[in-house]
């Protein structure tokens, strides 16, 4: 019997349940039998969703190309694969069926899809259509589904002794961890991801909850009694000593041990990824803490008030499975005038806090100013429309306010670091390394020049760090400078699906954000940066470069990650001489390397090749 909750760690990136969701589609209508869950995780590598290790590097190399496998190169490709389960006597398609159950799991749970062998065939919900045709938003869609996710449910068994909503109970938790702290003399931190994984993972009764805040609170302040050696050895031992607890296991089987000790790590790293989700948690103490977000403080307090995480009880599993997937159950406890009134006069603080926060750290060099005059309202949709406009000025502040703190360069060295990770790894090892991507390469932009705006088209929480990478009808990051405007797009396929999905995107988006910039006398350009740019996706920038896009030439710089990463470096090394890069410095080696495309004639490639020496050319011009 499990030990533990645990959200699927099959989708460690939440944004995949989209995609895995549309596959899923193609089999609505159809029992959802060992055949089908083997042929669902099959359509999953043919459409490069999933990528079996053990293949041969012709495949490998086959997985960046935009286009599904075919029916011949999918069999080729499997004949290559070989899953050992002795259970199943290493039967290959039971194993298959097994794979399908564990990636279509959490879709199931969020009421997006019914695909359960004993609920007939599959379908997909009202709430999975909208998902799928953009209707609604994807953090709502968490938000809800977390609200109810509850165990035990009667889709899934062997909870024999759990009662408990998961995601209420542990913001009941981090509220009382917050609130016993505070009463020893402590600044509040919400709680570490250690104390998640040992303590939020294994709490299965909303009963407990009082418990397990004690069970915290005694295990921080002994961590912090003890040196950095000896605190590690204690975190060590308890995560041991749980493990054997919670899974029933003997001080001997240390094989077993390893792995479950493992697996609360893995459980709490992926509940935190996934709660955050709803924008109700956020990082704090450089992402170490996980804690209740202050600008939802109203709409935490009427849930901890409305829900104490215990579990409802429902007939049947088509009972629960319309439940979750009803986008307006349960009702929120704060639609009503007196509390939107408490949401809005929260955000109001907040904003005026951040506000002045800027202004007294930065005086004159605040980059937007708001008049953030309290406002009388009469009824619930004008309070809705004002919490809305509040959030975003706090995401612009939050914005500005880190553009502030870039120009000091005291964090490029990290940014250097991370990109060339990015850059030099062969294949994604982490769901989030996309995300990582449009995070840092935002970071460094902020830290190149006196930008006006530097904006990412990430969601971002109220830790100003992102949960989702841009949508795709967007650029990646938007800039202003007092001299021209930016977007900047970036990737990490090498392959010609680099091309297939950069191309003709970044063109079409490079022309609404031309049509979009009010000042119509300054440049635009776009800057593309990739592991390496694909002879397709060059010649199709190069098409817009010398012939244009729709009538008009475009300004596309692209470049590889390594080149953008040495621009970093020297302007690190500039600042060390005393020379501060500007935006002018910025815009200069753009249109040089733009310029370029003249000398090159008809060849791209000449155009490409020029690129090393022109940031060259442009460093050395500076440090003369």
């Given at each position: 019997?499990?030990?533990?909750?645990?959200?699927?760690?099959?989708?460690?990136?939440?944004?995949?349940?989209?995609?895995?969701?549309?596959?899923?589609?193609?089999?609505?209508?159809?029992?959802?039998?060992?055949?089908?869950?083997?042929?669902?995780?099959?359509?999953?590598?043919?459409?490069?969703?999933?990528?079996?290790?053990?293949?041969?590097?012709?495949?490998?190399?086959?997985?960046?190309?935009?286009?599904?496998?075919?029916?011949?190169?999918?069999?080729?490709?499997?004949?290559?694969?070989?899953?050992?389960?002795?259970?199943?006597?290493?039967?290959?398609?039971?194993?298959?069926?097994?794979?399908?159950?564990?990636?279509?799991?959490?879709?199931?749970?969020?009421?997006?899809?019914?695909a359960k062998e004993s609920m007939g065939a599959v379908k997909i919900t009202d709430l999975g259509k909208m998902l799928l045709k953009d209707?609604?938003?994807?953090?709502?869609?968490?938000?809800?589904?977390?609200?109810?996710?509850?165990?035990?449910?009667?889709?899934?068994?062997?909870?024999?002794?759990?009662?408990?909503?998961?995601?209420?109970?542990?913001?009941?938790?981090?509220?009382?961890?917050?609130?016993?702290?505070?009463?020893?003399?402590?600044?509040?931190?919400?709680?570490?991801?250690?104390?998640?994984?040992?303590?939020?993972?294994?709490?299965?009764?909303?009963?407990?909850?009082?418990?397990?805040?004690?069970?915290?609170?005694?295990?921080?302040?002994?961590?912090?009694?003890?040196?950095?050696?000896?605190?590690?050895?204690?975190?060590?031992?308890?995560?041991?000593?749980?493990?054997?607890?919670?899974?029933?296991?003997?001080?001997?089987?240390?094989?077993?041990?390893?792995?479950?000790?493992?697996?609360?790590?893995?459980?709490?790293?992926?509940?935190?990824?996934?709660?955050?989700?709803?924008?109700?948690?956020?990082?704090?103490?450089?992402?170490?803490?996980?804690?209740?977000?202050?600008?939802?403080?109203?709409?935490?307090?009427?849930?901890?008030?409305?829900?104490?995480?215990?579990?409802?009880?429902?007939?049947?599993?088509?009972?629960?499975?319309?439940?979750?997937?009803?986008?307006?159950?349960?009702?929120?406890?704060?639609?009503?005038?007196?509390?939107?009134?408490?949401?809005?006069?929260?955000?109001?603080?907040?904003?005026?806090?951040?506000?002045?926060?800027?202004?007294?750290?930065?005086?004159?060099?605040?980059?937007?100013?708001?008049?953030?005059?309290?406002?009388?309202?009469?009824?619930?949709?004008?309070?809705?429309?004002?919490?809305?406009?509040?959030?975003?000025?706090?995401?612009?502040?939050?914005?500005?306010?880190?553009?502030?703190?870039?120009?000091s360069l005291e964090n490029i060295d990290l940014y250097i670091k991370k990109l060339t990770e990015l850059a030099t790894r062969k294949r994604?090892?982490?769901?989030?390394?996309?995300?990582?991507?449009?995070?840092?390469?935002?970071?460094?932009?902020?830290?190149?020049?006196?930008?006006?705006?530097?904006?990412?088209?990430?969601?971002?929480?109220?830790?100003?760090?992102?949960?989702?990478?841009?949508?795709?009808?967007?650029?990646?990051?938007?800039?202003?400078?007092?001299?021209?405007?930016?977007?900047?797009?970036?990737?990490?396929?090498?392959?010609?699906?680099?091309?297939?999905?950069?191309?003709?995107?970044?063109?079409?988006?490079?022309?609404?954000?031309?049509?979009?910039?009010?000042?119509?006398?300054?440049?635009?350009?776009?800057?593309?940066?990739?592991?390496?740019?694909?002879?397709?996706?060059?010649?199709?920038?190069?098409?817009?470069?010398?012939?244009?896009?729709?009538?008009?030439?475009?300004?596309?710089?692209?470049?590889?990650?390594?080149?953008?990463?040495?621009?970093?470096?020297?302007?690190?090394?500039?600042?060390?001489?005393?020379?501060?890069?500007?935006?002018?410095?910025?815009?200069?080696?753009?249109?040089?390397?733009?310029?370029?495309?003249?000398?090159?004639?008809?060849?791209?490639?000449?155009?490409?090749?020029?690129?090393?020496?022109?940031?060259?050319?442009?460093?050395?011009?500076?440090?003369?």
């Amino acid at each position: 019997m499990p030990g533990t909750w645990s959200i699927s760690t099959t989708l460690r990136n939440p944004e995949r349940i989209v995609d895995f969701l549309r596959v899923l589609s193609r089999f609505e209508g159809k029992p959802f039998n060992e055949k089908t869950q083997g042929l669902f995780f099959k359509e999953l590598i043919r459409t490069k969703l999933y990528t079996p290790t053990g293949i041969s590097d012709y495949y490998k190399q086959k997985f960046e190309d935009p286009e599904e496998f075919t029916d011949s190169e999918l069999s080729d490709l499997l004949s290559q694969v070989f899953y050992e389960n002795k259970s199943f006597n290493n039967d290959q398609e039971l194993a298959y069926a097994m794979r399908g159950r564990t990636a279509v799991s959490n879709i199931t749970k969020m009421g997006l899809a019914i695909a359960k062998e004993s609920m007939g065939a599959v379908k997909i919900t009202d709430l999975g259509k909208m998902l799928l045709k953009d209707e609604v938003d994807l953090v709502n869609v968490f938000f809800r589904y977390f609200l109810k996710w509850q165990i035990p449910n009667p889709t899934d068994k062997g909870y024999k002794d759990f009662d408990i909503v998961p995601f209420i109970a542990v913001m009941h938790v981090i509220s009382k961890v917050n609130k016993e702290w505070k009463n020893l003399g402590h600044k509040p931190v919400g709680v570490s991801k250690e104390e998640f994984s040992l303590f939020l993972t294994t709490l299965i009764d909303y009963k407990d909850i009082k418990e397990q805040v004690s069970k915290i609170i005694e295990f921080r302040k002994e961590k912090r009694s003890l040196d950095k050696n000896a605190a590690q050895r204690y975190v060590d031992r308890r995560f041991i000593e749980t493990a054997i607890e919670v899974f029933k296991l003997n001080l001997s089987e240390k094989k077993k041990i390893e792995t479950k000790v493992n697996n609360l790590y893995d459980y709490g790293d992926s509940a935190i990824r996934y709660f955050r989700q709803t924008k109700l948690l956020y990082y704090r103490g450089n992402g170490r803490y996980v804690d209740l977000a202050p600008t939802r403080r109203v709409e935490i307090k009427r849930l901890l008030e409305n829900f104490d995480g215990r579990a409802l009880s429902f007939k049947n599993a088509e009972d629960y499975l319309r439940y979750m997937s009803d986008i307006n159950k349960p009702a929120l406890p704060w639609e009503n005038m007196d509390d939107l009134k408490s949401v809005y006069e929260n955000l109001l603080e907040q904003a005026r806090f951040l506000q002045t926060d800027i202004n007294n750290q930065y005086r004159d060099q605040a980059l937007h100013q708001f008049t953030l005059s309290k406002v009388d309202l009469t009824n619930i949709n004008d309070y809705n429309k004002e919490i809305a406009k509040l959030r975003e000025v706090i995401k612009t502040l939050n914005n500005d306010l880190a553009i502030l703190k870039e120009r000091s360069l005291e964090n490029i060295d990290l940014y250097i670091k991370k990109l060339t990770e990015l850059a030099t790894r062969k294949r994604s090892i982490s769901g989030q390394d996309p995300l990582n991507l449009e995070y840092y390469t935002t970071l460094s932009l902020m830290a190149l020049d006196d930008a006006r705006e530097i904006t990412p088209n990430y969601s971002v929480g109220d830790d100003n760090l992102p949960l989702f990478t841009a949508a795709g009808n967007n650029p990646d990051i938007e800039c202003k400078y007092s001299s021209f405007s930016m977007i900047c797009e970036v990737t990490l396929l090498r392959g010609r699906d680099q091309w297939f999905n950069e191309g003709q995107p970044i063109m079409r988006h490079l022309r609404e954000f031309e049509e979009r910039d009010s000042n119509k006398s300054l440049d635009n350009f776009c800057l593309f940066i990739a592991p390496n740019i694909h002879r397709d996706t060059l010649n199709t920038f190069w098409m817009s470069v010398k012939l244009g896009y729709e009538g008009k030439v475009q300004k596309i710089i692209p470049l590889t990650i390594i080149q953008y990463v040495n621009v970093l470096k020297k302007v690190k090394k500039l600042n060390e001489k005393g020379v501060r890069v500007n935006h002018k410095d910025i815009q200069n080696l753009l249109s040089n390397i733009f310029d370029k495309n003249i000398e090159a004639g008809n060849d791209s490639t000449a155009w490409l090749a020029s690129v090393d020496e022109v940031i060259e050319q442009w460093s050395n011009s500076l440090s003369a």
